[in-house]
């Protein structure tokens, strides 16, 4: 889509609305439309869209929140917590906000069956973002203390 029209529609949303950073609409952006270039790829159907226009390009919000956890992780990491924390992004509803807003601002067009709601508890940061860094204690403290390879010391040369 247009670049300066999408500048335009942020630049008018961000004077409104304070909750989400810049960043925040163009990782949005690119999700929804990575999204529907693929579901165009494919031939989906048309879809008449709240405008009544006709658009091939319509993706859900579970779509949405899958692929933004997918690029999320694959581009942040283990950082995901505090990017996300930075744009304003605390849970899955704050992705919504920011399609909605696009949709609002014209930018994205929506079907007569999406709604915000669709965006609420997608899943959950905490199991998303953070679980999958922190490291495995199965086995307790006692695990993490035994030497690798038995309880072989390595030579030091003959000196100490």
């Known amino acids: 889509m247009d670049q300066s029209l999408f500048e335009s529609v942020v630049g008018k949303l961000l004077e409104c609305d304070s909750r989400y950073h810049a960043d925040a609409y163009e990782f949005v952006r690119s999700v929804v439309e990575e999204?529907?270039?693929?579901?165009?790829?494919?031939?989906?159907?048309?879809?008449?869209s709240r405008k009544g226009k006709m658009t091939a390009q319509h993706v859900n919000g579970s779509q949405i929140l899958a692929a933004a956890r997918s690029r999320a992780l694959g581009m942040f990491g283990p950082m995901v917590p505090t990017v996300f924390e930075y744009w304003g992004i605390l849970k899955t509803r704050d992705i919504g906000n920011i399609v909605f807003n696009l949709i609002n601002g014209g930018y994205f067009s929506a079907s007569e069956t999406d709604r915000i709601e669709d965006f609420d508890e997608?899943?959950?940061?905490?199991?998303?973002?953070?679980?999958?860094?922190?490291?495995?204690?199965?086995?307790?403290?006692?695990?993490?203390?035994?030497p690798r390879g038995g309880n072989r010391r390595r030579s030091t040369g003959g000196m100490v």
């Open 35 to 48: 999204l529907t270039a693929a579901a165009n790829s494919r031939g989906r159907e048309a879809r008449p």
């Open 122 to 146: 997608g899943f959950d940061f905490h199991e998303a973002f953070v679980k999958p860094y922190l490291p495995d204690t199965e086995g307790g403290i006692d695990r993490l203390r035994k």
